[in-house]
């Protein structure tokens, strides 16, 4: 049986971890890079190695941020009362570009999903606790995705946050 070149089984072992890519898909991209110029390629993968290096989560709320703590988060002019809490980084530019919340945001890096095996622990909760302890914050926004996971996602929160006293919505 004849295998593909070591190099290339490498990369297309890559790609296959990636999310939503099986085998076939692995195999276009690969000979897609292989076909592409040499500063194409380069260019994809210096992509990959910046967002590790000059990216990392915001250390208050885990939003993206290229500093130990977001841009949002350095913003005195927001309202630090108001948290709105959502499953990924990706949730707070969809709901920043409507302009709609004033306040700060908590991202749980994920949702609940017991299919894969994902629980509570998995997710930034106990930083959100954390978050809670010292009063600043009076208002909760659960803005979790509408699809099963984040709404047992955010049952879970009202039911840990109920107690609490604030006022969620
Ligand atoms: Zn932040």
Redesign the pocket.
Known sequence: MTTYARPLLRLLEALEKLPGVGPRSAERMAFYILRASREEARQLSQAVADVKDHLRF??????L?EAE??????DASRDPSILCIVEEPKDVLAIEKTGAHRG??H?LLGAIAPLDGIGPERLKIDELLHRLSDGTIQEIIIATDADKDGEMTAAHLSKLLRPLGLKIT
Request: proline share 0%; glycine share 0%; net charge neutral.
């Open positions: 915001c250390e208050i709320c885990f939003n941020s703590r977001c841009q949002i988060c350095q700060l945001y991202v």
